[in-house]
């Protein structure tokens, strides 16, 4: 757009010559995914920064690339969901789980990772910070509402605005996150999981605890 190529409009307002007229930035789609979904457990396999962080880990990470630090941001199985039909093989999946073997108390910094405001953080996690925990982030992969990405103005170092527009299409977007929190819960009561005492940690979010 500061080329000269996107909606006329917005780029005469911020006095950027037009070459092209095109509707740049109108059709953002984002994969939004659902965070803190979180389980307790009742062993200690999991993903806790005082029991990964150890000499011996790190020393097997950079001399042989395995062990705990090898899991991608601690994601350790991914699973895939055509939701309109899960038997479907050719169809196109629209959520995705991805399987973290820690959660949000894991490490201090995640707090400040995830943007967790203070009252949120004491009320809702807190409580479990000393926990085993395992966490599941639901994912859209097909989503149907789209945002849009605009100028500020014609100054290439001012961030542009971002208008993400989540949750716009009528519904649709929605029902795929639900079905994903309903089934990672499904998921943690199947005796696999219950082999470690699996159970989702239920505190709500107090502003949405009325839900």
């Not at 990964?52 to 880990?57: E, G, S």
């Not at 014609?154 to 299409?169: L, S, V």
């Not at 990672?184 to 009325?210: E, M, R, V, W, Y």
Request: some cysteine; proline content about 5%; glycine content about 8%.
């Amino acid at each position: 757009m500061l080329s000269g190529i996107g909606p006329k409009d917005d780029l005469t307002q911020k006095n950027i010559t037009t070459l092209v007229n095109l509707r740049v930035g109108y059709n953002l789609q984002d994969h939004w995914a659902l965070g803190g979904l979180t389980f307790l457990i009742n062993s200690t396999d999991s993903l806790r920064f005082e029991t990964v962080a150890t000499i011996d880990n790190i020393i097997q990470y950079f001399t042989q690339h395995t062990g705990p630090l090898s899991a991608p941001t601690g994601t350790e199985a991914i699973a895939f969901f055509h939701t309109q039909d899960e038997n479907n093989e050719d169809g196109y999946p629209d959520l995705e789980l991805l399987f973290v073997g820690g959660s949000i108390v894991s490490q201090v910094a995640n707090k400040y990772v995830f943007s967790i405001e203070d009252d949120i953080y004491n009320t809702v996690y807190e409580p479990i910070s000393d926990k085993h925990t395992w966490m599941v982030f639901p994912m859209l992969l097909l989503p149907r509402s789209s945002g849009r990405i605009a100028l500020r103005s014609k100054n290439p170092y001012e961030k542009p605005r971002i208008y993400a527009n989540y949750f716009t299409d009528g519904g649709h977007d929605e029902r795929i996150i639900l079905y994903g929190i309903r089934k990672a819960i499904q998921l943690s009561n199947t005796k696999a999981f219950q082999k470690f005492g699996s159970k989702l940690h239920d505190i709500p979010i107090p502003q949405c605890a009325k839900y």
